[in-house]
């Protein structure tokens, strides 16, 4: 099991509070891009493309952020509870996995890897919230509740600008809103799990690493095993020290009406 200490914690919030870099190389991306550009009608994608002047910058931070997402969510999946903290890693992978492709593959080299990558970073990323909410709603209500609210809007804008319906935000205001809310609810989950430290059960006692049902169940059948046997070895003890029993041997040799007189005389 993996064993949570302070620097470790820390780091983990770190990288995630760091997220927030995609906003300041975006911003100077942008500020680098000859020509007109609207955050409400161009996608970010297109800071990244061979005309941007910023190409280099953002294309640095979308690999930079895959590498913080991740780092992130190795650091810090030992203080997530419940299931839903073995499946929010997984989603926060894949995410960082399609945010890493996106940075690799600009959408004006490989058209189709980069679309895969923009479709594993903004459905991980809103699902990976969700997941990421149930998991550490056990100690902060509402922290929990700010990243589910945060993954539904992530989810339900992916859905809109993955079906082509961008007429009300633009194509690029519906992406921003299925993109950004992913960094700014890592910074907030980072910062808040780094101040509530490991948790705690009742008696105070580090709670962390849990067994999973499964090792619940067989630790569980593995101490009644250990409990039956230790009764049954007592029980024997008990009936050994009996007073006045007879071997069984001796008695059916007694009740037996053909052994000879002498041998029951004997007896």
């Known amino acids: 099991m993996d064993r949570v200490t302070p620097n470790r914690l820390r780091w983990g919030a770190i990288a995630w509070l760091l997220t927030l870099q995609f906003f300041v190389l975006e911003t100077l991306a942008q500020a680098r891009y000859e020509g007109a550009y609207s955050r409400a ?10 005309d941007s002047a910023g190409r280099q910058l953002m294309n640095a931070s979308f690999v930079v952020q895959a590498a913080l ?28 996995l399609g945010v890493l492709v996106v940075g690799v593959f600009p959408t ?24 990421l909410a149930y998991a550490v709603r ?17 989810t339900a ?3 809109f600008f993955l079906t082509g319906v961008t007429q ?13 809310p992913l960094p700014i609810g890592l910074a907030l989950a980072g910062v808040a799990l780094w101040r509530m430290g490991p948790p ?27 409990r039956d046997q230790e009764r049954d070895a007592a029980l024997e003890a008990a009936a050994r020290r009996t007073p006045g029993r007879r071997p069984v041997d001796d008695e059916d040799e007694l009740d ?4 000879g007189r002498g041998r029951r005389e004997q007896g």
Do not use: C
């Open 41 to 50: 009608d161009d996608v970010i994608s297109a800071l990244g493309a061979a």
């Open 69 to 96: 997402i991740l780092a992130g969510a190795l650091l810090l999946r030992p203080v997530l509870l419940r299931g839903a903290g073995q499946l929010a890693p997984v989603l926060l992978g894949a995410a960082a």
């Open 108 to 131: 004006d080299g490989n058209g189709t890897m980069h679309a895969i990558g923009a479709v594993l970073y903004l459905v991980g990323g809103g699902l990976g919230l969700i997941a």
């Open 138 to 154: 056990p100690r902060s209500e509402a922290l929990g509740t700010t990243l589910a609210l945060l993954g539904l809007v992530a």
């Open 157 to 159: 804008a992916t859905a």
């Open 168 to 180: 009300y935000l633009g194509e690029g205001g519906t992406e921003r809103f299925a993109a950004y």
């Open 200 to 226: 705690t059960d009742a008696a105070g006692t580090p709670a962390v690493d849990r067994p999973d049902r499964r090792e619940e169940r067989e630790r569980a059948r593995a101490e009644k095993a250990a």
């Open 256 to 259: 037996d009406p053909w052994a």
